[in-house]
């Protein structure tokens, strides 16, 4: 199983609807500074519910929303395909601003749902918040910086 | 509960002593604070980079610190394979002939697993299947810019 | 107390403007959050990096956080310089076209001031007037290999 | 005014006494991982007093002192010249292991001295922790991840 596409509309600084598509194997994404490299990988997190908005750099969740034009809505849809280029689960997160704050909504494979349940299908293919498989920048160093403690629950969560 | 424990403790320490040495040319161990009792400890990390004395971890270099957290992923990665791996600038910190041990050791990997790794270097980029660029030409709207195939 | 310290702010800025734009080709200021009594409030910087729209300082990216930060230390410096600066790796975030604009801005800077720059990249090492090598051939003890003389 | 000269001795990586000449100008400092490049810029924060055994990556003092000889003690000498050749101020410091804890001597034109008559005598050439001429190594973001009001200080302690 791989990600075969990423679907970002109106998240941080992807104003226009843009499809990314992945291929198995080893990808890079270069660019120059500033230029939303980034917020690729901050778009995989938010989609996935796998981290909270403080470390998207976001103070808030609407901070997400792309201000470059009025819309009050932004979302982020992950595909991804086991190998014979059929789509074998998706997970899309919507959120948008309401006067009472916002929504945030999710999809799995295009049905409204949770983000217990995507959490619960993520982790049978070994996709969790404590399987250190995204790294944001610079958090190559945090393994070694985090107390003894906190490291040895890294094995607690995988046993 | 600790028996479980111990068992994938064993299996995470053979894996990283074997990649903290292809990265680094030396030896290196995940050791319990309390072997005893792992659950009352913590986890600390024992390594020794080619021809130096055993370092306390505080005190390493940027570089070295980088290595062995990216053995310490790779090595719970060999035991419990992801389907994607997610990395930004896991290279920043890394002199020119570590970026490029990294590039290979990530290249091997990627039979197995997807890897989606941002880079500014060229040791990363050269070692990839394919490059995807991103830019903002325009008033700050980011575009994908096409896939560059390599080799 | 407030009248120095306005006048300090208000040097600083027009410094800051100056090295902002030479440094990422937009506009930038450093704002009081409190004009009428400055220390009761804080300092943050507004920066726009060119055709980009006014950017909130914790959404920027690591190479442009780097940027504004230096621009504000040289914004310092011209008003306030001290003998020598040491910088250690500040160019790791940057792309190649940043790293130039940096290595050139430190090279006419350094008639006034020393630099010291510690530096794995290629633009700010080419810049420099000399560079000192430093290896640990054996057993971790840290060498200086000499001093490599430039163009 | 510039630093002409740095003599470690025993200081973290640095085993064998060594002598680093400076000029003026522009100078790169740079050599493979782990080769010792940041403790250079360590020792001159150690010597001039400009920051704590923490930020030199050493949970106590001792910890500054090189682990491959048996010796106890360590020192850093800071040498400026003002450019005719002639040295015009020197800075030492060395720091000793006893048996009730480890002393920290201070030289100031190679005189017995104390921090603060060094932190006086560095404040006329404008040389003070607060006028951020030396950055660690991952520190160059830090003036932003600050808060306002501590970057509002920074001019304070400059005005
Ligand atoms: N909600 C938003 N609307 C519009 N632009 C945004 C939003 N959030 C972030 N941005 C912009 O996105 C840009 C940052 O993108 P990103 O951090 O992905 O850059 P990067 O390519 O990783 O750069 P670097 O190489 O410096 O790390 C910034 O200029 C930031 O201001
Ligand atoms: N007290 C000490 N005795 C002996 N070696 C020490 C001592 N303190 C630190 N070291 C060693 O010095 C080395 C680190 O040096 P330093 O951080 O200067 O490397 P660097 O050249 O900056 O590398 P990088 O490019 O990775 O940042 C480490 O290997 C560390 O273990
Ligand atoms: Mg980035
Ligand atoms: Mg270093």
Redesign the pocket.
């Known amino acids: 199983m791989h990600i075969s596409k990423i679907e970002i509309d109106n998240f941080?600084?992807f104003?226009n609807p843009t499809d990314i598509p992945f291929l198995q194997g080893f990808t890079t994404v270069s660019?120059?500074?500033?230029?939303?490299?980034?917020?690729?990988i901050?778009s995989i997190l938010f989609c996935l519910g796998l981290s909270s908005s403080k470390t998207l750099?976001?103070d808030r969740l609407f901070?997400?929303?792309?201000?470059?034009n009025k819309k009050n809505e932004a979302s982020v849809k992950v595909c991804f395909s086991n190998g014979t280029g059929q789509e074998n689960l998706s997970v899309k997160r919507k959120i948008k601003k309401t006067s009472a704050g916002f929504i945030s909504n999710y999809y799995l494979n295009d049905k409204t749902s949770t983000l217990n349940e995507i959490h619960d299908e993520l982790s049978k293919h070994n996709i969790s918040p404590g399987c250190y498989n995204v790294m944001m920048?610079g958090d190559v160093t945090s393994i070694i910086n985090i107390s003894a403690t906190e490291r040895r629950k890294i094995i607690d969560e995988i046993a | 509960k600790i028996k479980s424990f111990r068992e994938t403790y064993d299996q995470i320490n053979t894996n990283f002593k074997v990649i903290f040495n292809q990265l680094s040319d030396g030896e290196g161990r995940i050791v319990l604070e309390n072997d005893i009792n792992p659950l009352a400890g913590g986890l600390t990390i024992e390594a020794q980079p080619r021809d130096k004395k055993m370092q306390r971890l505080e005190s390493m270099s940027g570089g070295e610190k980088s290595l062995t957290a990216l053995a310490f992923v790779f090595a719970i990665q060999r035991h419990m394979p992801a389907p994607f791996y997610a990395f930004d600038?896991v290279d920043m910190h890394l002199d020119g002939i570590n970026s490029e041990k990294l590039a290979h050791l990530i290249k091997s990997q990627s039979s197995n697993a997807q890897f989606i790794v941002?880079s500014?270097r060229k040791p990363m980029i050269e070692a990839a299947d394919r490059t995807i660029g991103?830019t903002q030409k325009n008033s700050?709207i980011?575009k994908v810019t096409g896939v560059r195939l390599h080799g």
Request: glycine share 14%; no cysteine; proline share 3%.
């Open positions: 941080k600084s104003a660019g120059p500074n500033g230029s939303g490299k980034s917020n690729i901050d750099r976001a901070h997400l929303i792309n201000t470059h920048q | 600038e941002v500014l991103v700050g980011t």
